[in-house]
């Protein structure tokens, strides 16, 4: 017997090509206005016959008018005119097929969140960092493989062996330019250019690793990065994106902040909870406002976008070259998809040659995913590419939890195929010594432990063959000869490796 993470890397991809395959019919939109006349929902659906792989049943897909209703009940507790909230999209192809609207925009003027709204998008701006960078080796301007010195003037020997790869992957071993800004007392609301938080980043040696030996979130290495764009580009970066990447893709209400005085038509206004009571609520009454109305830095973070055109980049990264129109830019932009595309393993991370995304496999689901926050701000993106389908949420209150969301969106929209990938291990099974079952089962698109006590309920799939429920930890075993699920080991506390077989 074997565990689970052993058969993994051999097995056929299980996805919707197998399982589900989708025939989109006409589409066409509505919109839902609340009780006040503001936009609450806007939807895009489309008409899909379902043809099933596994054997007849009723689907669990979900109908657009369906799908909708979901959505509205998944983000019920956002839904209020009082409190900030969360924005939710999900795209086929680029396209919504669904999107939603919950709460407020700014508390200050009473504005709803609607399709307008730009919201402050965290480190997804990383995606579109990247792509610029990834412009300029298309052109010859840039090379991955080059030392960060050869492009930057002054930077310091301590750094040296840092290259442009490492900081496209977060494998640089730079400082983080947060925690940077905190021990040099700078507020993050203190006017600052590019340039200023690049020489703030070279005066914080050491390095924290040696670079490319291991792989750490740093917002440093994409305003280092942004900094190179700008020098070899001749102009400040923000323009140089919008210009060559932002343009091109039609994301006309998209940007880079680079001048605090600029305007943001439907900017949303970033909140975080104020307990008035010293104690915990159900209900939050009551907001603080977060939003760092100076902060004007790019490349790690800075940019601001609507739903609508967050699109717009979904469709060029699922089916490139998007809508780009030019066939001269068409072909630069195949050429950016191809090269951010590429995958290499840093540590147990695979991850791309060119933007910050986890590539990895969920429920049996190729899977590139990627969050952030940012004062108040929220956002969590997950794209299944097999399926054409992308998960967007966005939050301006800080205690949501986008991440738990997105999970439950794509439960609606690619529930069969999760369903079918989940159903290998339904069953019950038993340990003979402690004379005890436990049965688990496929639910809405999920995996259920059952038992007496606690934990029981949906399991989380942490990596591929390891799940947990609560603080347990189980490690699925397969046959050797077939590869089917045998049993388990359970980990609870200082109960190591506890051996459930299947009935």
């Not at 595309?341 to 590539?359: L, P």
């Amino acid at each position: 017997m074997a565990s689970e993470s052993e058969y993994f890397k051999q097995m056929n991809d299980i996805t919707n090509r197998d399982f589900l395959k989708w025939l989109p019919s006409r589409a066409f939109g509505t919109a839902v206005f609340g009780a006040d006349g503001s936009l609450r929902r806007v939807i895009v659906p489309a008409l899909w016959l379902m043809i099933f792989a596994m054997p007849p049943a009723t689907s669990a897909e979900k109908s657009p008018p369906e799908l909708s209703h979901n959505i509205d009940t998944l983000f019920a507790d956002y839904d209020r005119g009082d409190a900030p909230g969360c924005a939710v999209s999900i795209y086929r192809d680029g396209e919504a097929i669904a999107s939603g609207f919950y709460g407020s925009a700014d508390l200050d003027y009473h504005i709803p969140l609607d399709h307008n709204s730009r919201f402050y998008m965290t480190t997804l701006a990383h995606q579109v960092t990247a792509a610029a960078a990834v412009r300029l080796m298309v052109r010859g301007e840039l090379d991955i493989d080059a030392r960060v010195s050869r492009y930057l003037e002054d930077w310091p020997e301590w750094a040296d062996r840092v290259r442009i790869r490492h900081l496209l992957q977060h494998t640089s071993g730079l400082p983080e330019l947060y925690d940077l800004m905190d021990i040099a007392g700078v507020s993050v609301n203190d006017v600052m250019s590019l340039e200023e938080y690049v020489a703030l980043i070279k005066r914080g040696k050491p390095l924290k690793f040696s670079p490319g030996s291991e792989r750490q979130i740093t917002n440093s290495g994409f305003t280092v990065l942004a900094y190179v764009v700008e020098t070899i580009a001749g102009k400040p970066f923000a323009e140089y994106a919008g210009e060559h990447i932002l343009g091109p893709l039609g994301m006309t209400s998209t940007h880079f902040h680079d001048d605090r005085y600029r305007i943001i038509p439907g900017r949303v206004i970033s909140y975080e909870p104020r307990d008035e009571n010293g104690g915990e609520q159900e209900v939050v009454t009551s907001f603080r406002r977060t939003y760092p109305g100076n902060y004007q830095g790019v490349g790690h973070g800075g940019l601001y976008a609507t739903m609508a055109d967050w699109g717009r980049w979904e469709a060029f990264r699922i089916e490139p070259p998007g809508g780009v129109a030019d066939s001269t830019e068409q072909e630069l932009f195949l050429e950016i998809h191809r090269l951010m595309s590429e995958q290499s393993v840093v540590g147990e991370d695979t991850v791309s040659n060119g933007f910050a995304h986890h590539h990895d496999y969920w429920h049996g689901q190729k899977r590139e995913h990627q969050s952030g926050q940012f004062h108040g701000f929220q956002a969590d993106l997950r794209r299944y590419p097999e399926h054409g389908v992308s998960t967007l949420v966005l939050c301006n209150r800080a205690d949501a939890d986008p991440a738990e969301k997105s999970r439950a969106l794509a439960r609606l929209v690619i529930r069969d195929s999760l369903e079918a990938y989940l159903q290998q291990y339904a069953g019950v099974y038993h340990n003979d010594e402690l004379e005890v079952d436990y049965r688990l089962t496929v639910e809405d698109g999920a995996l259920v432990l059952g038992r007496r006590l606690d934990p029981k309920g949906v399991m989380t799939e942490d990596a591929p063959g390891k799940w947990s429920a609560d603080s347990w930890e189980f490690v699925f075993l397969r046959d050797d000869a077939t590869g089917e699920v045998t049993g388990f080991l359970v980990s609870a506390g200082r109960a190591k490796e506890v051996e459930f077989l299947k009935k």
